[in-house]
Each structure stands twice: as C-alpha cells, then as structure tokens.
C-alpha cells in the first residue's frame, strides 16, 4: 500500500470516529434534555397549583433560623417550611429599595425598565406581570398588603390613597392593600383599601396579625379557580415617622441583649437601640407564616400550593450609609427564599445565586404556564428538580442601586465588585460613567469589613468583574458605561 493510500485510510478511520463520537455526544445530549424535561414534567402537579406568595418587607436572611447564622431568632414556622422545602441559600434582590425590588419581581425586568427605578414611580402599565399572566392562564390574582408601585406624591412624600385599577398590576380579583402602608397605618391602627376603594381600617390590632386576619378569611372562601395570592407585610420594616421597626407589645423586651450579627457588631449604626424590635417584629412574622400554613392545611389546598416566603432587601440598620438600605452589602441585598408545594418538596439547600429577578419565570414554569419572552430572569425551577442543571446556572446578578447614589454592582458566589457615579448624583436612573468603589471577596470577607477596591494585587481580578458587570448591563438594556479603575487602596 503506498504512503498516500495510508494516509489516506487513516484520515477516514479519523474522520469516521469523528463523527461517531460527535453522533454519541449529540445522542447523549438529547437523551440528557429528553431526562430533564421529563424530571421537569414530573414535577409540574396534574392540577395547576395555587400560589401564595408572601413577602416581608426588609428581611435580613440571617434572621431565619434554620440558616443557622443568628441563634436568638425564634422562627419554628419558617424553620419547618426550610425542613420540607427548597432553601435558597444564596438569594438577592437586584435593588435593594422597596418599591423598585417590587417591580423587578413583578416584571422579571431590572428596575430601570419597569419605570420603578426609585420609590415614589408608577410602574410602567403596559409590561407583562406574574398577576398578569397567571389570570390569562385562568387564575384569580389577589392582593393583601403592602403595594408600593403607585405614583406617590413625591412633593409631599404621601401615598396617594387608594390605587387604582390600572395601577395594580393585574391584581384584578381580591384587593386589601395601600400603596405604601408605612404611609397610611401605624403598627396598631391604619386604613387599607378594597377593590372598589372603599377603605378596611384597623385599631387595636398588631399590623402583622390584621393582615394575616384578612389573608385567613380569603383562603377559607371556597375558590373556583386556581388562586395566587400576594401576602405583603410591612414589618420588620421600620415605621417611617417613628425612625424604627415596632414590634408587638412586650416582644422586645424578649430580645434585649440578643446576638448581634457580625456585620453589624463591628460598625456603628442603629443596631444598638433597634435589634430588640427587629427581632420582635420577625418573630411576629413567623408566627403569621405558621397561621397561613396551617389554615392551607385545614381547608386542604396544601398538598396543590406552592407557598413562597422571601423579601424585598434586607437591612443594614445605617451600618453601610445614612439609612437602612440602598447598598451592595450583603445585608442590603441577601434575602431569605423559601419554596415548598409541587415541584419544591422536599428538604434542600440550594447554593446557586439567585435573584428576585429570577422568581416570577420560576412560578409560572411550576404552574404549567408560559414565560414572556420579554422577561430578563431564569426559572430556577430547574435547579429544584434536576441536579445538571446546576452546571449551566449564570450564578451572578446584576444589582442596581439608586437613592444613596447610582450604582451598580455584580455579585457572584465569591465577589461583590461595586461602581458608583462619582458625583454623587442621586436623580439620575444610570450613569455614563462610574468609578470603582467597593470590592469584597465574599469567601474570606463575608461579613464585608475589608474594602480591597484599588488595592494592586486585586487588579487583575477587578478587571475582570468590570467586564462581567458590563455585559450584564448591556444585557440589562444599559449602554456600556466608562468605569475608572480606583486608584488608591483605601
């Protein structure tokens, strides 16, 4: 045989085991997507699920105590939802502030798409909610709470009253709410709405407990449809013109001289005189979680619900700035994420990063229903009912900061790398240029007491998160900004 047929046998037996191998890989592939969308179409329930999500309004993830991070928290209610249900670990919200949070959960969109950039603005009308689309898919949508994506009167800095229909986001059906309660009730007295604005007031009664009242006597209704129901409580908010959370009558004194997290007990703040009523304040939402859990299990819609626990941001008690929040610390931005119903039981911790962004493709995927292609998050429903999906997961969020300046960070599972518009400016919803400000390596640093922002032997890796954050932001509908490298370690 001569040297060119040689050759020329051996090039065939090549390519030919070539494309036998790149037969069985794509075979593989197929039969793997074939095995995961089976394992997600097992999970999906024969009957769409109710959906109640509860949401708590400036939860620091710490204060669940199943997390095992802060051992004077009394949260058995929460602690028994970690026990049968999915735990995400490492949850954030991609804005830490009340009303812009809201509308990125909402319209699985970054705030500077939803017209919520900071508080006080109307969410954009036209863009597709998780209300929205789970009435078009023959679900009720139902409001109990807190709202906060009106237009306020910013001049005055009041709620504008009850909110109108076209305001409400789809919640069509039930609607027991105010636009911002901090504004139109107090921790024993207040003044709700109906859906034909005709006002639902309190006296007497703890916050936390008349909402729960409410949330009780809807889910003990005979319902003809699937449900979705949104439980939004103020606490363990502060109480804006009394400059502090309130806890029920004699829970704080429970709590005098508790733990005092970490990240907190090495800066000055307000935590000395407020963790007391924090602390109250999360016990008292506890205690309404195990009253909802136990009355869906007694009218026996349990076992077809999927119940969601998590917040909007967490807090930081004027550790970080001049207020509560409005950082890219982790206690501005990890939030608690408990989920158990179909297609979430089943006790789990999960690491992957997740973002509030992320939880409204999430629900309508376990509810059988599609996801607008308009919507910037993922469904992290996979990661509760296929263990390969954890090697594709992003694991990084894009934050946007307004209020305290305008920022913009991105945190992945070891690093929070911030940039900040370098005036100071706070009217603006994005900048053309920022400046590096903060950088913590979350795997030596959790509790962010080392700034290394400007400091050399973290050059390489700074450049690197910068270009990660911009493509983010280009993703996010942002044009790529100028952002100049720090030049001091401070």
């Not at 705030?111 to 036209?126: F, I, Q, S």
């Not at 005098?256 to 935590?271: C, E, F, H, K, Y």
């Amino acid at each position: 045989m001569s040297e060119n047929q040689e050759t020329r046998r051996s090039f065939l037996k090549g390519s030919v085991a070539t494309a036998l191998a790149a037969a069985a890989s794509a075979v593989a592939q197929a039969q793997s997507s074939v095995e995961a969308n089976r394992r997600a179409s097992a999970a999906l329930p024969a009957t769409p699920p109710n959906i109640v999500l509860y949401v708590a309004d400036q939860f620091r993830a710490d204060f669940v105590g199943a997390n095992g991070r802060n051992g004077s928290v009394h949260t058995p209610n929460l602690d028994a939802l970690v026990a049968c249900g999915k735990n995400f670990t490492h949850a954030v919200t991609n804005q830490p502030v009340c009303g812009p949070a809201r509308s990125v959960l909402f319209t699985s969109r970054h705030a500077t798409d939803t017209g919520v950039w900071h508080n006080g603005l109307g969410m954009k009308r036209t863009l597709p909610t998780l209300a929205g689309e789970l009435r078009k898919a023959g679900y009720t949508a139902n409001l109990i709470g807190k709202w906060h994506l009106a237009l306020e009167n910013v001049a005055d800095g009041g709620d504008p009253g009850p909110v109108k229909a076209e305001d409400r986001g789809g919640f069509l059906d039930l609607w027991e709410g105010a636009n911002a309660l901090e504004h139109t009730s107090h921790p024993y007295e207040g003044t709700i709405w109906d859906r034909d604005n005709k006002p639902i007031t309190f006296k007497d009664q703890y916050r936390v407990d008349f909402l729960t009242d409410r949330a009780e006597r809807f889910l003990r209704q005979k319902q003809e449809k699937p449900f979705f129901l949104f439980i939004s409580q103020l606490e363990p908010h502060q109480q804006n013109d009394m400059h502090q959370p309130i806890a029920p009558k004699g829970a704080a004194a429970r709590y005098a001289n508790s733990t005092v997290p970490d990240d907190l007990r090495a800066l000055p703040g307000t935590w000395q005189a407020q963790l007391p009523d924090y602390y109250g304040c999360v016990e008292a939402i506890d205690n309404s979680v195990g009253r909802v859990r136990r009355v869906l299990e007694e009218e026996h819609l349990a076992d077809n619900t999927i119940f969601i626990f998590l917040s909007d941001h967490g807090c930081h008690f004027m550790t970080r700035n001049a207020e509560y929040k409005r950082s890219a610390h982790n206690s501005s931005i990890r939030i608690p994420l408990l989920v158990d119903g179909p297609g979430f039981r089943g006790e789990q911790q999960i690491k992957e990063l997740v973002g509030i962004i992320d939880v409204a493709p999430t629900l309508l995927e376990a509810a059988g229903v599609a996801v607008p292609a308009s919507w910037q998050g993922h469904s992290f429903f996979p990661l509760a009912n296929d263990p390969e999906a954890r090697a594709h997961w992003p694991n990084q969020q894009l934050v946007q900061i307004s209020e305290s300046m305008t920022g913009r960070a991105i945190r992945t599972p070891d690093w929070t790398y911030c940039v900040a518009e370098a005036s100071g400016s706070t009217k603006l919803p994005a900048a053309a240029s920022y400046h590096e400000y903060q950088m913590y390596d979350q795997r030596s640093d959790p509790n962010e007491l080392v700034n290394l922002a400007g400091r050399q032997e973290y050059r390489a890796k700074a450049d690197e998160l910068r270009e990660q954050l911009k493509k983010l932001l280009v993703e996010a509908g942002e044009p790529i900004p100028e952002i100049v490298s720090a030049k001091l370690y401070p």
